[in-house]
């Protein structure tokens, strides 16, 4: 079955980084378009980047641009989320997706990152 599962998140101050994990499994990772989302406490869930199968398309939110950085390693079935100049308003729980063809989502449990002083 597929299997997403988020790792990395934490306390951080503002200013500092993280580098999130999503390990991947149930599927073949190599072929699979991938996004990271994040939800905010009463806020929506939200798009943040997502990356092509080889890695070589990638897309940002305008919120995060020029901080974060999207990359995968297929090898590892693992993507990952490097998160510098963190803020407060970055503040979410954070999830790894996978969009089927079929119209099937599938997501991971999340991971908390909480970014204050």
């Known amino acids: 079955q597929v299997q997403l599962v988020e790792s990395g998140g934490g306390l951080v101050q503002p200013g500092g980084s993280l580098r999130l994990s999503c390990a991947a499994s149930?599927?073949?990772?190599?072929?699979?378009?991938m996004r990271w989302y994040r939800q905010a406490p009463g806020k929506e869930r939200e798009s943040v980047a997502h990356?092509?199968?080889?890695?070589?398309?990638?897309n940002y939110a305008d919120s995060v641009k020029g901080r974060f950085t999207i990359s995968r390693d297929n090898a590892k079935n693992t993507m990952y989320l490097q998160m510098n100049s963190l803020k407060p308003e970055d503040t979410a729980v954070y999830y790894c997706?996978?969009?089927?063809?079929?119209?099937?989502?599938?997501w991971g449990q999340g991971t908390q990152v909480t970014v204050s002083s």
């Open positions: 997706n996978a969009h089927f063809i079929t119209g099937t989502d599938y």
């Open positions: 149930g599927f073949t990772f190599s072929n699979q378009f």
């Open positions: 990356i092509s199968p080889a890695g070589s398309i990638r």
